[in-house]
């Protein structure tokens, strides 16, 4: 079955630096990864997801990247606010969705 | 409009117990998951249905049972509790396409379970 590796755990940043995670996944019939975003106590939250098909993807500051040869997949959020701090997860999905581990993204102001 | 809704919020239980986790969603999402959450750990796939009368294990079934006799409703059984079950707990829903999660999943709020 799948399995998605995601890292770093933790990441720092200052406010107005880039972050970037990165993914990993097992099963090269995976055709959708989104990226979902969790605060504090509550459920997470899709923010960005690509499809396959594509190689890139961008809203505003937030960008994914996938690379189906190497079966890796990256999120980039550019311009980094105290808001953006929460943990992040990547998922993959050629059936069911299977999550990573999780990054836990801290911004200071 | 609701979204996911689970009940209860908070939970406590002795070792041994059973009990039953609710999720209901009124998007008519056929879709349906259960995940736990613990640290380090990410989200994981505990069971999963795509549709009515449908269901199909996860990467973690162990200790668990689920059902799905209506599109709305899909509740997560523990038959008897045990610590190793503490965790949070997810429910997802989502549309689907030819029976793969490839939409938006939208999550309930969780529920903590406590098993002592």
């Known amino acids: 079955g799948e399995n998605v590796e995601q890292h770093p755990s933790t990441l720092s940043v200052q406010e107005g630096d880039s972050a970037v995670i990165k993914c990993t996944y097992s099963?090269?019939?995976?055709?959708?990864f989104p990226w979902y975003k969790q605060e504090l106590g509550k459920g997470p939250q899709l923010i960005i997801d690509?499809?396959?098909?594509?190689g890139e993807k961008k809203d505003q500051r937030i960008a994914v990247t996938l690379n189906k040869t190497a079966k890796h997949f990256s999120l980039h959020i550019t311009e980094t606010q105290p808001e953006d701090s929460a943990v992040y997860f990547c998922?993959?999905?050629?059936?069911?969705?299977?999550f990573g581990q999780g990054t836990e993204l801290s911004v200071k102001p | 409009n609701a979204g996911v809704t689970q009940t209860p919020k908070f939970q406590v239980l002795k070792t041994g117990q059973s009990m039953t986790l609710q999720c209901a969603q009124d998007?008519?999402?056929?879709?349906m998951s259960w995940y736990r959450q613990d640290p380090g750990m990410g989200l994981r796939l505990i069971h999963y249905?795509?549709?009515?009368?449908?269901?199909d294990q996860g990467e973690v079934p162990n200790g668990y049972n689920v059902s799905r006799s209506t599109t709305e409703d899909f509740p997560l059984r523990l038959l008897s509790a045990a610590p190793s079950q503490t965790s949070v707990y997810f429910c997802?829903?989502?549309?689907?396409?030819?029976?793969?999660?490839?939409?938006?999943?939208?999550f309930g709020q969780g529920t903590r379970l406590t098993v002592v």
């Open positions: 099963d090269s019939a995976s055709n959708y």
């Open positions: 997802a829903s989502s549309y689907h396409v030819r029976g793969s999660s490839n939409t938006e999943a939208f």
């Open positions: 998007m008519n999402h056929e879709y």
């Open positions: 690509i499809r396959s098909n594509v």
């Open positions: 249905s795509v549709g009515a009368g449908i269901t």
């Open positions: 998922a993959a999905t050629g059936g069911k969705l299977i």
